[in-house]
Each structure stands twice: as C-alpha cells, then as structure tokens.
C-alpha cells in the first residue's frame, strides 16, 4: 500500500509540492500563530503613546540609513545589558513599531532606551561627525541631514496608513500631521501648543538642531532618539530580575 | 475569538510534536522501502550517462 | 537568442516588455518626485532596453531545427554571465563596507554612500543577485539534464531571468537612493515584491511544467532541492514582505506586522532564506554537479533522500533563536533552540554524503582545483552548520549575538559553502555548456582556489576573534561589581580585526574577477570540443516530445 503511494507521489510533481509545503509550513505555522493572541499574557501599558509626526519621521530616516545594521533597540534580559543599557525590553514597548528594530547586531551599542541620556546639542555634533563627540568611534558623519529639508506634506499619509494597521491615531492627529511636525520643532511658534495637546505634556518640543527657522531631516531623527525607551515607563515598573549572564563573573 | 493563546500554545507543543513523529516514520518508511532500492539506484547513477539531449518520443 | 524564438514567441516576448514598460511609466507618473517615480524610470529603461534587443531581430528567419531535440541553454549562459556580474558588484561592495568599519571617512560625505545604506547593496547584491542568479542558471540546467526534457517554454526562461534581474537592479538602486522595508535580507519596497512574485511563480510553473515532461518516474534528488528552495522561498518572501504602502505613489510601506510579530516574522523569514536560498537551492548543485565532476554516483541515495525531509522539516522552527533572551515568549525560543539543534542531523548527512563520494577519488580533489572547491565547500558546510547549531543554544547565544561572531558564521556558510560551491559547479558547467573542452586556464582555477581559501580564513577567524572579544568585554565585571569596560573599548579592541576582516574579503573579491576572466577567456579562446555520439539524433526522422 504505502509504496503505490509514494510512486503516485513521485509520479506527479504537483503530490511532491504538496508534501514540501506540509512539511515545511508546519513549524512557521507553529511558532507564528501563538503570537497572534500574545497581547493576552503580555504586560499592558495604558500609559504609551504613539510616535508623533516627527518622531515617525526620523523614525523612517532611522530606517532609510539603515541605522539597524549596527545599533540593536533590544535589551536582552542579561544582567550586564540591564546594566549598561537600562531595563530589559519589554513586548509591549515595541506594539506600534512597524517594522520593530530590533536588530541583529551591535557595531554601535543598543539605543532602546537612549532617550534622554544625551542632550539634543550632543544628539546634532555627534551625528554631524561621530569623531568630534567621540573620537574612537567609526560611524559614518550624517551631516547632510541638517542641510536637508523634511518632507513634511504626506505626514498625514503615513500616519493614515499605520492607523490602518492599527494604530490608534485620531483624526485630529492625521489632519495636524504636518502642523505638529513643524510644532514640535519650534516650540516658539503657535503651533507648538497642538503637539502637546494631541501628545501628551510630557512630548518633548525642541529646536532639537538649534535652528528654527525650518524642520530639518536632523530635527526629525534627534526628535526620534529623543524619545526612544520613552513612550512608557512599563519597562521600569516590571519587577523581574535580569537573568545572570553565564559565565559572566571575574 | 474563543482561541486564547493558552489552547494555541498548547496545540503548538503537543501535535506539532506528534506530527514531527509522524512524519519523521513516513519519511523513513519511503526511504528504506526495499522496492525503492532499484530506482534510487537507477537514479544516482543516471546523472552520469553521458547524454546530451532530450529523450524523445 | 531571439533567433531561435518562432514570431509568435516573438511577438508574446514583446508584449511582455512592452507591459512591463507600461508598468513603469505608471510608476513615475504616479510616483512623481517619489523615488517611486525613479524606479518607474528604471524599469522603463530595463524594458526599452529589452524591447531594441526584441525588435533587432524581429524579422530575421524563424528557427528551422526541431528545438525538441536539444536542451534550451540560452538562457542558462546569460544566467552565468549575470551571475559574475553581481558577485564581481556584491563582493566589491562588501570589501568596500568592510573597509568603512575600520576607516569611516570612506563613505566621502555622502548620503548613498555610508554604511547604512551600502550594507544591504552588498547582501543583496551576493545573496540575491550572485546566489540567485546561480541557483537560475544551474537549475535550469540540472531539471534539463536530469528529466531529459528541454525547459517546457521558450520565453517564460527569459522571463524568469531577466525579470530576476530586474528585480536585483530596483532592490540594490533603492537603497542606494533610501527606499528600503529594513528588514534584513527583504529590504526591497512593496512594488518590487509585487514583481517578484510573478517573477517566482512563473519560476515554479516552468520548473513543475518541465519535471512534468521528464519520462523516469523518478525525479532525480537535487530537483527535490531546487524545488523546495522555489516554493519555500515564495512562501517565505510573500508572508514577510506583507505590507501597505503609504499611498500608490509612495515608495514607503509599513508592514503589517507590529513588533513582536514582526520580529518572529522576520527571523522566520531569515532563517529560512538561509535555509531554503543558501542551503536548499545549493544543495541541489552539490548533488548533481559533484558526482558529475567526480565522475562517482552519490556514496548514499537514500540518506540524501533522508536529509532532505529533514532540512525541510527542521529548518522553518529554528528562526526563533536569533531572537534568545528577547521579548519573544521564553517556550518559542526553547522549540527554537531545541530544533536548531537537531538540524545538525540533516546537515552532518549531506556533508558526509558528499565526502564520502569523493571517497576512493582523492586523488582527482588533489589534482583538479574544481572538484576541490566543491570539497572544501562541503566541509565548510559541515563545519558551519555545526557552528549554527552550537550558537542557537541560549547560554551561547547570550555572548555571541550581536558581536561579529554571528557575521563570521554567515561569512564562514556564504563564502566557504555558498561561493565555493558555486564557483566549483560553474567551472564544471561553462565547458559544458559552451561546448569547451575545458576552462581556459587549470592554474587560474588553482589561484582562484587558494585566494578563495585564503580569504574566507582570514575574513572567519578574525570575526570569531572580534567576536568572542566584544562579548566577552561587553559582560566583564571589575572586582567591585561594575561593568569593566565601556562600549567604546570594545570598539577599539576590533579596529585590527575589521582591518584584516576587509583584507580577507578583498583576497575572495580578486578570486572572483580571476574566475570572470577565465571564464570569459574559456568562452573566447578555448578550441570547441569534438561532437560527441550522443549528440547526433539516434533515428533521423525525430518525432518532437510532447
């Protein structure tokens, strides 16, 4: 019996494509689907906020050079890495993150929580030429981007779409799109005022590049690393020791 | 949804197992079945016929 | 090439350019200032293109031999000569990233040139265009030989390669101009995915269409490989790349998977474009290229048959462990690790199949520099994956993740598996193919030999030495209980490595341009061979198959 089936199988390619998929669907299927319902065991944080106009921005400049081939935005729960870099990463930190950056590798170190630990003027020399700041280091100098103007007039567009996806934007939001973007560059302006209002008082409004005369690429990304680790406070409230790296003592 | 994540989890671990098994005997099944031995012979010397064109009707 | 098309192929050929160019310019109108509106200029000068080399000679006389009766092998040398290009492109790019890690200036200041944006060029460009065009070319070859049939059409081929192609040029010039997903090894926009799945589907069907003509009930084993690698790899690429674009004029998309998801997603994805691209599609060329070469049958058909189910099986749990000690649930790590490790079974068996081939042949390794690529490739790959194995375990993982270590293992499986394997089954195909004698040139292969060994040694052992170095900096405590070291020790601990890093892969770069010229002196100077008996039809009057 089992060998007419396998000759019907080897007969036609069609059976043979069938058997590839069952056996190599299976597992992705297996690891994959649990995930779907994961926000039911994860810690919740009512308190986070969604990236604003700016920060989305320098976001998808965080992506387009490709700053996630050498900084990871991941704490492992490792008692050296909760050391060095804060709080391990929790899920829940990472639920609007599309795509999430976790990366895979550390030629600069891990940035999840670097919001706040450097202030904006440093943010700007060191991207203008990491050597000014720290004179080992061997990234690339972005200068260009505060010599390049932000692309401000689709906001509205990006921010529509990730609401597609799910996340919870309102309309106001999407419609003052490219208004808070400008706002939370020049905090002297009118506008300065919705970003807070739509975000929260605790969103950081700032000349993060010194000059306010116009949002620059540089203002956007500053504006990004600025609030990394920084949506919600979810990660310090968790009470769970890091794990003891092995082998990691003398 | 009625599926919570505990019942996923739960299929997860255990069929996924079983079907590892499973598949794991067919596989051997079909390999060491003593009929096959003449073809998978057939087969791996037939990569060094020398031959250079399609077989016709 | 169109020559040997009839005109109604000819006119089919045309209508496909002549929509793919309509394609583009739907794409830079709707794309306007948008680099979406560049890559539709792109994609129209890649079909004009095409087009003139359609309509150059349209009207030349329709093809009188019965096409039947021999192999469609067209195709499958330009497949070669593309393949060439792009690993003379990628590995260049690498060289010249590798370089930035230890001298930053050399990206001059500009934005299309830093690191970020080079790097996926470079992985791209090895991976996809090198590798992908390899695996094109070789396993329109190997269905040919092994079912006996020609390819079951005459211009999806064409299709198929070009439309490959294609696709590399949209991927490698986005990210020189910014547009990239980020996710690693898929970084190509939503539109160049579309295109790619049409591209891969017609791969399939003309694959699945040309087994079917094959008269052996059998389908020889490699195919089994190269099967898995096409339909696996459109699995894989559609569930990962599932995204929505900010508008139809925009070049940007967010992907539909938030965060966590989209990290086991994309692992998913990794891993198992590893899997399936770099081992399956490969494996396929061990299997039949080494036998070839070594004029010796496979030492074990069965246990061939047994790693394949296994590989096929194993590889799609394990993506998980690139993700230990994250916010990934703690039991999708263990079934990672757990499977990662079991790999190791399948993996070993195919190594040590191969081996064992060659075994009672070691003299033709020590005389013929081709065959010995192909063994050096197998013991790369035996050693590689066992290295795989080793560091998906979580106390491993925990020091080698994120250092170079896990660069040093790619590099050890890309260049000491993938590229030599590669370059072993292409020596073997080109005299084959162009009906050579032999390669222009066994001492060149004899260079490209020992420069390819050369600098994957060095290129792997100074990684695992920077590697095992960062982590262990990174997780030294001083005797009161603080971190030791500061991250920019650690970085200035690897400047000597990244240094000798790009001086190895520099080694494997001239390697390759020694094996461009030898191939091309092959094709250009090597006398053509006798005609052998089997090349003449058995009965004169041959009635075409099916």
């Known amino acids: 019996m089992s060998d007419t089936v396998h000759r019907k199988l080897e007969r036609s390619a069609i059976g043979f494509v069938i058997a590839i998929i069952a056996a190599a669907s299976v597992g992705g299927i297996v690891e994959i689907a649990p995930l779907f319902t994961i926000d039911e065991t994860v810690e919740q944080a009512p308190d986070m906020r969604v990236y604003t106009p700016l920060e989305l921005a320098g976001r998808n400049i965080y992506v387009r050079e490709g700053c996630y081939a050498c900084h990871s935005q991941m704490i492992r729960t490792l008692r050296d890495e909760v050391e060095r870099y804060g709080p391990f990463s929790l899920a829940v930190e990472s639920q609007y993150d599309r795509p999430m950056l976790w990366g895979s590798k550390r030629t600069g170190p891990d940035l999840a929580r670097i919001g706040g630990k450097y202030s904006d003027f440093w943010h700007v020399a060191h991207l203008n030429n990491p050597r000014d700041v720290v004179p080992e280091s061997n990234m690339p100098a972005y200068a260009w981007l505060a010599r390049t103007p932000l692309k401000t007039d689709d906001l509205s567009d990006h921010l529509a779409a990730q609401r597609a996806l799910g996340v919870p934007y309102t309309d106001e939001m999407i419609e003052n799109a490219a208004r808070d973007a400008y706002g939370q560059a020049t905090p002297d302006t009118d506008y300065a005022a919705g970003v807070t209002e739509r975000y929260g008082e605790a969103t950081q409004v700032s000349a993060f590049d010194g000059v306010t005369t116009k949002v620059t690429e540089m203002d956007a990304l500053v504006a990004y690393l600025q609030v990394l680790g920084r949506l919600t406070d979810a990660a310090y409230r968790e009470t769970a020791a890091a794990e003891e790296a092995p082998a990691s003592q003398e | ?57 | ?546």
Not at chain 2, 9 to 18: M, T
Not at chain 3, 306 to 318: H, N
Not at chain 3, 468 to 475: D, H, P
Not at chain 3, 516 to 529: D, E, G
Request: a neutral charge.
């Open chain 3, 1 to 546: 090439m169109i020559a040997k098309l009839t005109s109604s192929e000819r006119q089919n050929a045309l209508v496909l350019a002549v929509i793919v160019a309509l394609a583009g310019a739907a794409m830079a109108i709707l794309g306007r200032s948008d680099v979406l509106g560049v890559h539709g200029l792109i994609v129209m000068i890649f079909a004009g293109v095409v087009i003139y080399l359609i309509m150059a000679s349209f009207y030349e006389p329709e093809p009188t031999e019965d096409r039947e009766a021999s192999y469609y092998d067209d195709p499958i040398k330009a497949g070669i000569v593309l393949a060439m290009v792009w690993a003379v492109f990628g590995m260049f790019m690498g060289v010249w990233v590798a370089a930035q890690l230890a001298w930053p200036d050399l990206a001059f200041d500009g934005a299309w040139s830093s690191f970020g944006r080079l790097r996926p060029t470079h992985t791209t460009g090895v991976i996809f265009g090198f590798g992908g065009n390899a695996l094109i070319a070789t396993s329109f070859h190997v269905v040919q030989r092994t079912s006996r049939a020609r390819l079951a059409g005459q211009v999806s081929p064409w299709f198929v390669l070009l439309g490959f192609n294609l696709f590399c040029v949209l991927a490698v010039s986005g990210y020189l101009l910014g547009v990239t997903q980020s996710k690693e090894y898929a970084e190509a926009e939503w539109y160049a995915d579309l295109w790619l799945v049409i591209v891969w589907v017609t791969y399939f069907i003309l694959y699945i269409a040309t087994i079917a003509r094959r008269k052996e009930p059998h389908i020889y084993v490699a195919n089994w490989y190269f099967m898995a690698f096409i339909l696996v790899v459109a699995i894989l690429h559609i569930v990962n790349n599932l995204a929505l674009p900010v508008s139809w004029g925009h070049a940007k998309s967010y992907t539909i998977w938030p965060g966590v998801q989209d990290a086991m997603v994309q692992w998913w994805y990794g891993h198992n474009a590893v899997a399936f691209f770099l081992t399956a599609g490969f494996l396929g060329m061990l299997y039949y290229y080494l036998p070839v070469r070594a004029q010796r049958p496979i030492f074990s058909y069965r246990l061939s048959i047994l790693s394949f189910w296994g590989i096929t099986f194993f590889y799609m749990w394990a993506g998980s462990h690139h993700l230990h000690y994250t916010a990934l649930p703690h039991w999708v790590q263990t079934l990672g690790m757990t499977f990662s490790v079991m790999l190791l079974v399948p993996s070993w068996a195919s190594a040590g199949n191969a081996l064992l081939t060659l075994n009672g042949a070691w003299h033709r390794v020590r005389d013929d520099a081709t065959l010995r690529f192909m063994m050096a490739a197998a013991v790369f790959y035996g050693l590689s994956t066992f290295e795989g194995s080793f560091m998906a375990i979580r106390p491993v993982n925990a020091l080698s993740h994120y250092t170079d270590w896990t660069v040093g293992h790619v590099h050890a499986g890309a260049l000491g598996w993938v590229a030599l394997i590669t370059f072993g089954s292409l020596y073997t195909l080109v005299p084959v193919l162009w009906k050579r004698e032999r390669m222009y040139s066994a001492a060149l292969i004899e260079v490209h030999f020992w420069l390819a060994i050369a600098g994957t040694l060095i290129y792997v052992f100074a990684m695992w030495n920077s590697g095992i170095i960062q982590g262990l900096m990174w997780r030294t405590y001083t005797e009161e209980g603080a971190l030791a070291y500061s991250f920019v020790d650690s970085l200035v601990a690897m400047y000597p490595y990244y240094i000798a890093r790009a001086f190895g892969g520099l080694l494997f770069l001239i390697g390759a341009v020694v094996a461009c010229y030898n191939i091309w002196m092959t094709v250009r100077a090597v006398p053509a061979a006798a005609p052998r008996a089997t090349d003449i039809p058995a009965t004169t009057v041959a009635v075409p198959g099916e």
């Open chain 2, 1 to 57: 949804m009625d599926i919570s994540h505990d019942t996923l989890v739960a299929f997860s671990k255990s069929w996924g197992l079983f079907y590892l098994m499973a598949f794991f005997v067919c596989v051997v099944v079909y390999a060491l079945w003593p009929s096959n031995r003449k073809r998978f012979d057939r087969a791996k010397h037939s990569i060094l016929d020398r031959d250079d064109r399609p077989w016709q009707k």
